[in-house]
Antibody, heavy 123, light 105 residues
């Protein structure tokens, strides 16, 4: 069965950096687009980034452009989120999600989600 | 940017009720819309994609309709496990979620 397990969350000071990881299993990771989506405490969902199956194409939300970078290692079935210049408003649970976009069909909804990892930006 | 507006924000209902949630897009998104259910402390779960396609394993009491700018999620007979927050998501241009609708007793 499809599993996505995030790690790397924690407490970081404003202006600091953090790297999140997502370990995938139960499907052909290299065939699918992947995404990060976040949810501030008590708030709604915010899509953050998509990355294509090869890693060659990346889409960013304006709120993180220039500060966050998404990458993937298909050999390790892993997705990463490098977060720099963190702000208080980046405090959220960060979810790794499989995007329903593969070589056979492509739609940009999220069919499997991890359990999330909490990032808290505070001094 | 495409804005998604859900209504109502909160909905009080009882087991067995028929429930309808509306999602409006600020511009046409064709049928590129998904619906998710989220329970407290859990990740969202996909219910509906492409506006009206039921995700595998999701009970048939959930249905979606609409195209263009107006969409609805209907739960035909509310069950105890359906009390949750529901989100719509457009994926016509990047991705945007609605603000959520909490279905409570």
């Amino acid at each position: 069965q499809v599993q996505l397990v995030e790690s790397g969350g924690g407490l970081v000071k404003p202006g600091g950096s953090l790297r999140l990881s997502c370990a995938a299993s139960g499907f052909t990771f290299s065939a699918y687009y992947m995404s990060w989506i976040r949810q501030a405490p008590g708030k709604g969902l915010e899509w953050v980034l998509y990355i294509s199956s090869s890693g060659s194409t990346i889409y960013y939300a304006d709120s993180v452009k220039g500060r966050f970078t998404i990458s993937r290692d298909n050999a390790k079935s892993s997705l990463y989120l490098q977060m720099n210049s963190l702000r208080a408003e980046d405090t959220a649970v960060y979810y790794c999600a499989r995007t329903a976009c593969s070589s056979t069909s492509c739609q940009y909804y999220f069919d499997y989600w991890g359990q999330g990892t909490l990032v808290t930006v505070s001094s | 940017d495409i804005q998604m507006t859900q209504s109502p924000s909160t909905l009080s209902a009882s087991v067995g009720d028929r429930v309808t949630i509306t999602c409006r897009a600020s511009q046409s998104i064709s049928s590129w819309l998904a619906w998710y259910q989220q329970k407290p402390g859990k990740a969202p779960k996909l219910l509906i994609y492409e506006a009206s396609s039921l995700e595998s394993g999701v009970p048939s009491r959930f249905s979606g309709s609409g195209s263009g700018t107006e969409f609805t999620l209907t739960i035909s007979s509310l069950q105890p496990g359906d009390f949750a927050t529901y989100y719509c998501q457009q994926y016509h241009t990047y991705s945007t979620f609605g603000q959520g609708t909490k279905v409570e007793i």
